[in-house]
């Protein structure tokens, strides 16, 4: 716990002094990142890490290769909206070990924007919970790979490789060039990072970034089910 | 003799990673993929901005590519040293103590990574790109400086990744702390040490010698004054810091060895 606080907090002060680098580069000022914004934006990055839980740990491909699934399928559940229920039912403990943290730290070292509106912070909370089912389907189309793939490693650790990028962890998507920022709003990835900073710090209308959220939910958690029930035929139970 | 068990450890573990050509193949590729995930953040920032600390896009682009490089053959060595945890928990670390080897050459042994060395050709590849565009005025001795930086530097990130890792003998689940520092300092050394406020810039450059991997070499082949007021032989030393590294790595290996008790069964 601790461990992987003071990772977490390492990560978020090597980011965040290397885009105010760049911003002050900038004559304070990038694609709407001042300062104040810069640092907002790092920390909640650093919280939703853990929240919305951009890595997870595999498990149920782990358990499609070694076949134990199979105890998962003659469960009378909906296998995805179980897994769901209890990803949510974790990121209400990772509200407050995982989100808040990082946050809390940011808002008493460095200069912090708050929303101005007092409305946006149970905007905020609405939008980060909608990134984390989108995180978890999307987490779930990667592990139900190993349907197919018995070895889903790759699949895996490409996602682990480039959803930093691809989601604004790692540097705001305001700062891509143009032709980059248009495809990667056309794709789910900024729903589960930068949508709910961007609903924080007020860049755009939250409105239209909670129905661009709500719309990739739905998308995701519904080629998750036909995925499931594709896979489901495939199961083969080795050994008896 | 043992020198002889050393070489053959290793080729049998390169061997047996090439009989999956297919997996090896994806592997590298990801690992190519991993390194240039930095790169295209330094390529993002340099579209908003035209230096960094003072330092233009293809002088950062050097150090980023000594650091990868130097990242690259460290991990190759010593990234097994990230499974010393779960040697420690299930007491599979008095076999190695029970062998007539030393125990961090076993551990290094253990699991050479071949697809690790797509990370080392990608930065490789940077490294060609940046040293054409960079102005230096090339000499002998810079020449020398050029191939001895990332070796140096590998020597330096291995002997963190070795002190780092030592803290797993008291705390058994203490790789997090230590991933804190090893890919850590990888990130913090792809970048001018400038930019960094100053408890972060003096724990992980000079604490963690992190400066001496590439920022003071690159300096130093540029021809580059140190924003920071160090004097430009400081981008000579790193081979010197690499040697002192290694050694206080083997001391504090040594003692944490010293610490360890088995589980008991």
Redesign the interface.
């Known amino acids: 716990m601790l461990a992987g606080m003071t990772t977490n907090v390492v990560f978020g002060l090597l980011r965040l002094s290397i885009i105010t680098a760049a911003v002050k580069a900038a004559h304070g000022e990038i694609a709407n990142y001042d300062i104040a914004a810069t640092n907002t934006y790092v920390w909640i990055g650093q919280g939703l890490l853990g929240f919305v839980l951009l890595w997870g740990n595999n498990e149920l491909a782990e358990r499609v290769r070694s076949g134990d699934v199979v105890v998962d399928l003659y469960r009378p559940w909906h296998l995805q909206g179980a897994l769901l229920a209890e990803d949510v039912g974790r990121g209400g403990f990772a509200l407050l070990v995982r989100l808040a943290p990082p946050m809390v730290f940011g808002m008493l070292l460095f200069p912090f924007q708050f929303p101005e509106n007092p409305l946006r912070w149970p905007l905020f909370l609405l939008s980060a919970t909608i990134a984390l089912v989108i995180s978890f389907g999307v987490r779930f189309l990667v592990e139900a790979s190993a349907f197919w793939l018995l070895d889903n490693r790759g699949v895996y650790g490409f996602w682990n490789v480039t959803s930093g990028l691809l989601c604004g962890l790692t540097v705001p998507i305001a700062f891509f060039p143009e032709w980059a920022r248009n495809a990667l709003w056309a794709s789910p990835f900024p729903a589960l990072l930068q949508a709910p900073i961007d609903v924080f710090l007020g860049h755009g209308s939250a409105a239209k970034l909670l129905l661009y959220q709500a719309i990739w939910a739905v998308v995701v958690l519904a080629l998750g089910h036909f995925m499931l029930q594709r896979a489901v035929r495939r199961v083969v139970v080795q050994g008896g | 003799m043992a020198d002889v068990i050393y070489t053959r450890l290793i080729g049998a573990r390169i061997r047996s990673q090439l009989a999956y050509r297919g997996s090896f193949a994806?592997?590298f590729v990801?690992q190519v993929?991993?390194q240039s995930?930095e790169l295209?953040?330094i390529l993002?920032?340099f579209?908003?901005?035209?230096?960094?600390?003072g330092f233009s896009r293809d002088e950062v682009l050097l150090m980023y590519a000594f650091a990868g490089a130097a990242f690259g053959v460290a991990d190759l060595f010593a990234g097994q040293l990230d499974n010393l945890p779960t040697y420690i928990r299930t007491g599979n670390f008095d076999v190695l103590l029970m062998r007539p080897l030393g125990t961090l050459p076993q551990i290094m042994c253990s699991d050479i990574r071949l697809r690790r060395i797509g990370r080392i050709t990608g930065a490789l590849a940077v490294m060609a790109y940046a040293l054409s565009h960079v102005a230096v005025d090339w000499s002998p001795a810079k020449i020398l400086l050029t191939v001895a930086t990332p070796v140096a530097g590998a020597v330096i990130y291995g002997s963190v990744w070795v002190v780092a890792c030592s803290i797993c003998f008291w705390?058994v689940?203490?790789?997090?702390?230590a991933?804190?520092?090893t890919y850590?300092s990888n990130?913090?050394t792809s970048?001018p040490i400038n930019?960094?406020?100053r408890p972060?810039r003096w724990l992980m450059a000079f604490v963690v010698p992190g400066a001496f991997v590439a920022y003071y070499p690159s300096l130093a082949l540029l021809g580059k004054q140190d924003p920071l007021g160090l004097p430009g032989w400081v981008g000579w030393t790193s081979p010197l810091v690499a040697v002192l590294a290694a050694t206080a790595a083997g001391l504090v290996w040594r003692f944490a060895v010293r610490h360890y008790r088995g589980t008991g069964s």
């Open positions: 994806i592997d990801s993929m991993a995930y295209i953040v993002v920032l579209g908003q901005v035209t230096a960094l600390g705390i689940e203490g790789r997090e702390f991933n804190a520092v850590g990130a913090f970048y930019v960094y406020a972060l």
